[in-house]
C-alpha cells in the first residue's frame, strides 16, 4: 500500500514560510525564493481544480502546454486539435487535425511563436499544422508508421528534429526511420512502442519503452542508419530487479528529471525511479547473475492503478520535487520524489486519469482522460486539503484489483476468480457514484488564495476500429 504523507499541514507551512522568510532577509536570491516556494509542500498541498476546458467531442487523449506556458495544445478521438487560452478557460483555435483517427499526442513546438504544432495518431501518420494569420490552419504529413503512433519527442535546442515511435516497433527522426525495436529473446519479434523521452541534458539520448519490461538508452551518434541493418542495440537498459524477464508487464511512460534519473510508469504494476548509474548493459539477456544480484532497490511509488490504458507520468516541481500519475480510479496522484510518500488525491475524471502535464514554469498541472473536458489544478485553496477521508479504500481496491489480473494471468479464470472480479468493479463503482466530482469550475471555497502571475470535422474510421483504442492497451 503507498506510503500515506503523515501531519501534512505543519511540514507544508513551514517550507513555503521559510522561502518567503529568507527571501525577506536577502539571504536568498528571487531566483532561488521562487523555485523554493514553487516547489514548497504549502502550495502542492492546496492544489485545486481551477477550472475545465470543454470542447472536445471524445475523449481527451493529450494535454500540452506551450513553451511559455500561456497556452494549452489538447487532441482527441474526435481528430480535432484546439488551442486554449487556459488561464481565461477559453477556446482559442480548433481545427481539424488532418487526421483520420484518434490523435494521441501534439505538441507546440517551440521558437515557432507557437505557430505550428505537431501531432501523431492512430492512424500512422505525424503531422504538422501551421497556424497563419486571421485564423487560417493549414496541416501536412511529415511522417508515417504502419501502425498508431503513440508519442512524439522534440530535440531540445532543435525544434526541427522530431522523434516518434508506434506499435509497428519503429523510431523514426521524421521522415528517417532510425531504427526498429526488437525483443531480446526473439529478434524476430518487435516490440510495440509507446514512448519516447529525450534527455534534457544531453539530447544525444533519448529512451524508448513499450510492449516488454525493458526501459531502452539509445545514443543517436552511435545509431546504424544503414538500411540493411536494423539491429541497433540501445547503450544501456533499465528494469527492476523483480521484473527481469518476466515478459507480463509493460511500458507506458518514460520521465528525465533535469538530474537524469528516469522515471518509468509500468503497466499493472508500479512507477519506478532509476539513477542513470543503474543500468544493466546494452543486452539485459546477456548480463552476468552476479551483476544482476547487485542490483539496488528502487524507489516505487505506488496507489493508483495502471492497467486499462496507456498512461504517463512525469516529474513535478521546479527541482522535480513531487512525482505525478493518473489511475484506473480516476484519480491524479502527486507523491514526494524522495521517499515516495502520497502527497494528494484528486479526482480529475470520472473513469481513468491518463494524462498528466506540468506547467513549464508554475505549479500548475493540466490532466485529462475518458471525459471529455480537461481538468486545470492550480494552488488556489484557502487550506490544506488532506487526502480524501476514503483514500485507503481507493488504494486498497487498486491494489487488490493488481492482485487479481496477476493471478489470473494466463489462468483459467474459475468461479472465485470471477465473483472476486465482480466484487471488484461493484466497489469501484460504488466509489465512483458516492464520490463525483461538483460540476461547477471552480472546486475551492473564498478566503485566502494563492495567486502567481504570469510574466514574459468529420471522422473517416476504419471498420474495426473502437472509440478508445487510442488509449486502450
Known amino acids: 500500500m503507498a506510503a500515506v504523507c503523515e501531519a501534512p499541514g505543519r511540514r507544508a507551512a513551514t517550507g513555503c514560510f521559510f522561502e518567503v522568510g529568507r527571501r525577506e532577509i536577502g539571504s536568498s536570491s528571487s531566483r532561488a525564493s521562487s523555485r523554493g516556494i514553487s516547489g514548497s509542500e504549502g502550495l502542492i498541498m492546496r492544489m485545486n481544480q481551477y477550472g475545465q476546458l470543454g ?31 487556459w488561464l481565461a478557460k477559453a477556446k482559442r483555435l480548433s481545427y481539424p487535425s488532418g487526421h483520420e483517427e484518434n490523435v494521441l499526442h501534439a505538441l507546440v513546438v517551440p521558437f515557432t511563436d507557437d505557430s505550428t504544432i505537431v501531432t501523431s495518431a492512430a492512424d500512422g501518420q505525424v503531422r504538422l499544422g501551421q497556424l497563419k494569420q486571421g485564423g487560417e490552419v493549414t496541416t501536412r504529413q511529415i511522417g508515417e508508421h504502419g501502425d498508431r503512433v503513440h508519442k512524439v519527442a522534440l530535440k531540445q535546442g532543435s525544434p526541427h528534429i522530431l522523434y516518434s515511435c508506434g506499435d509497428d516497433g519503429l523510431v523514426h527522426e521524421s521522415p528517417t526511420k532510425l531504427f526498429t525495436c526488437y525483443s531480446f529473446s526473439d529478434r524476430s519479434r518487435r516490440v510495440r512502442l509507446n514512448t519516447v523521452a529525450i534527455g534534457p541534458q544531453n539530447p544525444n539520448y533519448f529512451s524508448v519503452g513499450g510492449s516488454d519490461e525493458y526501459v531502452r538508452l539509445h545514443d543517436f551518434r552511435r545509431i546504424n542508419l544503414d538500411a540493411s541493418s536494423d539491429l541497433n542495440l540501445p547503450v544501456d537498459t533499465f528494469c527492476p530487479k523483480h521484473l527481469l524477464m518476466g515478459g507480463k508487464v509493460h511500458i507506458t511512460g518514460i520521465a528525465y528529471s533535469y538530474s537524469r534519473e528516469i522515471l518509468v510508469s509500468y503497466n499493472d504494476d508500479l512507477v519506478y525511479l532509476f539513477q542513470n548509474n543503474m543500468g544493466i548493459g546494452p543486452n539485459p539477456e546477456s548480463a552476468q547473475p552476479d551483476d544482476l544480484d547487485k542490483l539496488e532497490e528502487l524507489q516505487a511509488y505506488s496507489g493508483h492503478r495502471n492497467s486499462r490504458t496507456i498512461k504517463g507520468v512525469s516529474f513535478f516541481g521546479p527541482n522535480d520535487e513531487y512525482v505525478v500519475s493518473g489511475s484506473d480510479c480516476g484519480n491524479v496522484f502527486i507523491w514526494r520524489k524522495k521517499g515516495g510518500k502520497l502527497m494528494r488525491m484528486m479526482r480529475g475524471d470520472k473513469n481513468v486519469v491518463n494524462c498528466i502535464e506540468p506547467h513549464p514554469q508554475f505549479p500548475f498541472l493540466a490532466t485529462s482522460g475518458i471525459d471529455k473536458t480537461i481538468k486545470i489544478w492550480t494552488p488556489a485553496s484557502n487550506k490544506v486539503i488532506p487526502l480524501p477521508k476514503h483514500a485507503d479504500q481507493i488504494i486498497a481496491c487498486n491494489d487488490r484489483g493488481r492482485e487479481i489480473d496477476a493471478s489470473r494471468a494466463g489462468a483459467t479464470r474459475g468461479p472465485d476468480v470471477l465473483m472476486q472480479v465482480l466484487r471488484l468493479h461493484r466497489e469501484q463503482s460504488e466509489f465512483d457514484t458516492e464520490h463525483e466530482p461538483s460540476a461547477p469550475d471552480f472546486a475551492g471555497g473564498g478566503g485566502e488564495s494563492f495567486f502567481i502571475g504570469l510574466g514574459g470535422g468529420s471522422r473517416n474510421r476504419r471498420s474495426k476500429s473502437d472509440p478508445r483504442e487510442c488509449i486502450m492497451t
Open 55 to 85: 470542447g472536445h467531442g471524445g475523449c481527451v487523449n493529450t494535454v500540452s502546454f506551450s513553451p511559455a506556458g500561456d497556452l494549452l495544445v489538447s487532441g482527441s478521438d474526435d481528430t480535432h486539435i484546439i488551442l486554449w487560452d
